[in-house]
């Protein structure tokens, strides 16, 4: 099984920054995609940032170039480097992993979800 520990979430006034981390352990043989999402309360799970094990990266539009995803293959993490962050960013911000295990299954996993506010 896979698991995912997300950190860095918090309260930040507008124009501020925060660093989301995510970091998958368990029996992993590879991770393909990595993202991130966001979900408001009432509303539908949206795709923040993606990035594939080849480094690819696509963004939602609403990113505006504030945002930035990485991932440490060796260390298998993804992180969302956000800046200049708006009140319509406060969320709750999930990552999601595409794992291959040592028992060769794929299996899509879900971290815990961790809060931003933003405050104006």
């Known amino acids: 099984q896979v698991q995912l520990a997300e950190s860095g979430g918090g309260l930040v006034q507008a124009g501020g920054s925060l660093r989301l981390s995510c970091a998958a352990s368990g029996s992993i043989f590879s991770i393909n995609n990595m993202a991130w999402y966001r979900q408001v309360s009432g509303k539908q799970r949206e795709l923040v940032a993606a990035i594939t094990r080849g480094l690819t990266t696509n963004y939602a539009d609403f990113v505006e170039g504030r945002f930035f995803i990485a991932r440490d293959n060796a260390k298998n993490t993804v992180y969302l480097q956000m800046n200049s962050l708006k009140p319509e960013d406060t969320a709750v911000y999930y990552c999601?992993?595409?794992?291959?295990?040592?028992?060769?299954?794929?299996?899509?996993?879900w971290g815990q979800g961790t809060q931003v506010t933003v405050s104006s």
């Open positions: 999601n992993v595409d794992a291959v295990t040592y028992a060769y299954t794929r299996e899509q996993c």
